[in-house]
C-alpha cells in the first residue's frame, strides 16, 4: 500500500428529492487501479464529478492528502489541474489541434514557457500514439484517436490521480482496444487510476480494486478476484451474471 | 430601349456634376457603418459575456446578485433598443443631450454630427449583438467547457481560450449581416444631418429633380458596397476555419482500423465527422437566413 491520496468520507449528493449519491466511503492510494462498476443510474458518473469538484457534494468529505477540497475557500482549480479527468465524450477543445490541445493546460494553468509544455506534450502524444496527429483538428481525428488525445491532455498536467468516466462507451467497437490499450500501459506504469467502465475485462485483469455500485451506494468492493470469483453479495452476482451471459 | 440610354446619359450627367458629392457619401457610409459595427460588436460581445456568467446557489449573496442586477440591465437595454427604430432614437439622443444639460453639453458641429451617429448606430447594432454572442457562447457544447475546467482552467481562461474562440466564428455571418444592415440603414442618420450616401442623393435632387437617375446611382452604390462586404466577411470565415487536411507527422502504430487513415472529411464508416459536419453546416445555414435583425 503507498500513501493515501484521496479519502472519501460520508459523501452524499442530492439533486433536488433524488438522492443519487448515499454515505460514499473509499480510498484511493498511490498506485491504486480502481474499477467502478454499476448498472446505469446507480451514481458512478455522479461520483467522479463530485472528486472532481464538477459537482458540489451535498454532504461529506473529500480529503485530498488530508485536506477537505469540498469546502468553502478551496480553489477547485489548483484541486482539479493535481486530479486529471477524462470524458466518455471525450470534450477535447475544438478550436485547437491536437497538441494544442495538450498544451494549453500547461500554458495557462502551469504557467509554463510554450517550449516545455510543446516538449511535454509530445512526449505524451508520443505514448498514447498519437505523435502522427499533432496538427489535426478534433473533427479531423477519429472517436479512439480522439480519447487517446484526451488521456494525452489529461497527463500533460501531470495528474496524481487520473478519472475516466466510461472512457470507451461513446467508441465503435473497432475503437475500444486501442484506449484500453493506453489505459493498461498507464496502470503497468504505476499511474493512480479511477476508471468507471463497463469493460469486465479491463476491471478484471487490469485493475488493484473493483468497486461495485447501486443505487447510490457502494455494495461491494474488493479485489477483482474477490468480486469476480466470489461476490458476497446477491446484487453482485446478478449484475455480473448480466455480463457473463451477453 | 432609348429610355436606357437616356437613363445612362443622365446618370452619367449627374455624376460628372456631382461624382465627388456621392463618393464622399460613400466614404462616410462605410466609415459610419464599419466603426459603428466594430463598436457595436465590442458593446455585444460584452453583453453576452456579462450575460453568461455562470453562477450557484453556493456563491456568494453578493455575487449573485451583482449578476441579476446585471443581467436585468442588459435586458432592458436590449429591448429598449430593439423595440424602437433607429431614426427616432437619432433625434432623441441628439436632441435630448442639449435639452437636459440646458444646452451647456450638445452635439454642436460636423464632428458632433459625426459622435452622435456612431454613439447612435453602435448602441443599436450592440443591441442586436448582444443576443447573437449569448447565443453563440451557449451554443458552444458544455462537455468543453468541463473538459476545460477539469484541467484547472478557471472561468475567464475557459472564455477566452476556449469559448469565445469558436462563439466568434459561429456569429461571424451575424456580423455580417449587421454590416450590411448598417450600411443601409446609416441612411436615416440624415435626419440629424449627417452627410452620407443617401443624404446626397436628397441634396442633389433637390437641386435638379433628378430623382430617377440619381436613385439608380444610388442603388448601384449601396449594391455594390454591401456585396463586397459579404465577399470580405466570406474570406474572413475561410481563413478562420483554417486548412481541411492535416499532414500526417509519422504513422500510427495504435490504429488497427484502415479507416482512420483517410482523409477524414471524406467520412469513413467509423467516425461521426461527417454528422457533426453536417450539423455545423446546418446551424450555420441557419444563422445566415434567420437573422435576428431581419425585422427591420
Ligand atoms: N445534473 C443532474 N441533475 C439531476 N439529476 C441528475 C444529474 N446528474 C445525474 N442525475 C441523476 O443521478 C442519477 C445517477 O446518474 P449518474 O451518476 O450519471 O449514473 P451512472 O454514471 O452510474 O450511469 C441518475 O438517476 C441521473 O438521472
Ligand atoms: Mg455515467
Sequence with gaps: ?246 | MEKLVKLGQDMILLWDNYGAAYLSGIVNTVILAVVATVIGCIIGLACGILNTIPYSPQDHAAKRTLLKVVRAIVRIYVEVFRGTPMVLQAVFIYYGLPYFTDGRVAFSGNSGIWLASIIVVSINTGAYMAESVRGGIISIDPGQTEGAMAIGMTHVQTMTNVILPQAIRNIIPQIGNNLIINIKDTSVMFIISFTEFFAWHRYIVGVNNMYFPSAAIEMIGYLTMTLIASFLLRLVEKLMDGSDSYELVQTDPLTMTAGTYNYPDRGTPFDERSKEYRERTKESLKNRNGSTRGER
Excluded: W
Excluded at chain 1, 97 to 113: A, D, H, Y
Design chain 1, 1 to 246: 500500500m503507498g500513501e493515501m491520496i484521496l479519502e472519501v468520507r460520508h459523501l452524499s449528493k442530492t439533486f433536488g428529492s433524488n438522492q443519487v449519491l448515499r454515505d460514499i466511503d473509499f480510498t484511493v492510494d498511490k498506485g491504486d487501479v480502481i474499477s467502478i462498476i454499476g448498472a446505469s443510474g446507480s451514481g458512478k458518473s455522479t461520483l467522479l464529478r463530485c472528486i472532481n469538484l464538477l459537482e458540489t457534494p451535498t454532504s461529506g468529505e473529500i480529503l485530498y492528502h488530508g485536506q477537505n477540497v469540498a469546502g468553502r475557500g478551496i480553489n477547485p482549480s489548483a484541486y482539479r489541474s493535481r486530479v486529471g479527468m477524462v470524458f466518455q465524450s471525450f470534450n477535447l477543445f475544438n478550436n485547437m489541434t491536437v497538441l494544442e490541445n495538450c498544451m494549453v493546460g500547461q500554458i495557462k494553468v502551469l504557467k509554463k514557457n510554450r517550449d516545455a509544455a510543446r516538449r511535454s506534450a509530445m512526449d505524451y502524444l508520443e505514448k498514447v500514439g498519437m505523435a502522427p496527429y499533432i496538427n489535426a483538428k478534433p473533427r479531423q481525428i477519429s472517436g479512439g484517436q480522439k480519447q487517446r488525445v484526451a488521456i494525452a491532455r489529461a497527463l500533460a498536467m501531470d495528474p496524481e490521480v487520473l478519472l475516466f468516466d466510461e472512457p470507451t462507451s461513446a467508441l465503435d467497437p473497432e475503437m475500444v482496444g486501442e484506449v484500453l490499450t493506453v489505459m493498461q500501459a498507464l496502470a503497468t506504469e504505476g499511474m493512480t487510476m479511477l476508471v468507471v467502465t463497463h469493460e469486465m475485462a479491463f476491471a478484471r485483469d487490469v485493475s488493484t480494486h473493483v468497486v461495485y455500485m447501486n443505487q447510490g451506494v457502494i455494495c461491494e468492493e474488493g479485489t477483482p478476484a474477490e468480486v469476480f470469483g466470489n461476490p458476497q453479495r446477491q446484487e453482485t452476482k446478478d449484475f455480473l451474471s448480466r455480463f457473463r451471459n451477453a
